[in-house]
T-cell receptor, first 110, second 111 residues
Framework: DQQVKQNSPSLSVQEGRISILNCDYT??????FLWYKKYPAEGPTFLIS?????DKNEDGRFTVFLNKSAKHLSLHIVPSQPGDSAVYFC?????????FGTGTRLQVFP | NAGVTQTPKFRVLKTGQSMTLLCAQD?????MYWYRQDPGMGLRLIHY???????AKGEVPDGYNVSRLKKQNFLLGLESAAPSQTSVYFC??????????FGPGTRLTVT
């Protein structure tokens, strides 16, 4: 039973436009959510996070939105750059661990 | 700071062989984790530790054992490797249960 779902395996966006990556979860007890970015042959790196008591968190070009009633979070990247091309994982914190989604591969083309 | 390091980076095993993957962190983190990443499956937690001398099972623990004898090291063992354990293994550490720092990964192939 997958508790954190990323239903879009891939996304292609033109440079300069907005990239929106989506994530759904099933457990309303999750209290913290994170996004990680992963380049090929490297480990994931932390990108941005949000507590369940907030509905938005911004860090430069990256904004995460949380809709608790819909059990949905999204990552917005504006403007998208070629260097943003990577796999993005969302994760939810539960007890002492993180539960990860399956990832979305973002490709930003010129 | 080296952060999180993993040894080895690559390994090929024959079915039935054993091996140990080493994870080391120099950030004095209490929490350490072992994941495997397979195509289309995301990152799945194998085992984790919330402090020196502690270990706990994650989502996919079968066929693996772990030890955390020192705070900075977390070892993942495969006693009898199987082709289903072909994967990329990531170690991570964190100061609390939130933001985790990942190592560069170990690519393991079992033939």
């Amino acid at each position: 039973d997958q508790q954190v779902k990323q239903n879009s395996p891939s996304l292609s966006v033109q440079e300069g436009r907005i990239s929106i990556l989506n994530c759904d979860y099933t457990n309303s007890m999750f209290d913290y959510f994170l996004w990680y970015k992963k380049y090929p042959a490297e480990g994931p790196t932390f990108l941005i996070s949000i507590s369940s008591i907030k509905d938005k968190n911004e860090d430069g070009r990256f904004t995460v939105f949380l809709n608790k009633s819909a059990k949905h979070l999204s990552l917005h990247i504006v403007p998208s750059q070629p260097g943003d091309s990577a796999v993005y994982f969302c994760a939810a914190s539960w007890v002492d661990k993180l539960i990860f989604g399956t990832g979305t591969r973002l490709q930003v083309f010129p | 700071n080296a952060g999180v390091t993993q040894t080895p980076k690559f390994r090929v095993l024959k079915t039935g062989q054993s091996m140990t993957l080493l994870c080391a962190q120099d950030m004095n983190h209490e929490y350490m984790y072992w994941y495997r990443q397979d195509p289309g499956m995301g990152l799945r937690l194998i085992h984790y530790s919330v402090g020196e001398g502690t270990t706990a099972k994650g989502e996919v623990p079968d066929g693996y054992n772990v030890s955390r004898l020192k705070k900075q090291n977390f070892l993942l063992g495969l006693e009898s490797a199987a082709p289903s354990q072909t994967s990329v293994y990531f170690c991570a550490s964190s100061i609390d249960r939130y933001e985790q720092y990942f190592g560069p990964g170990t690519r393991l192939t079992v033939t």
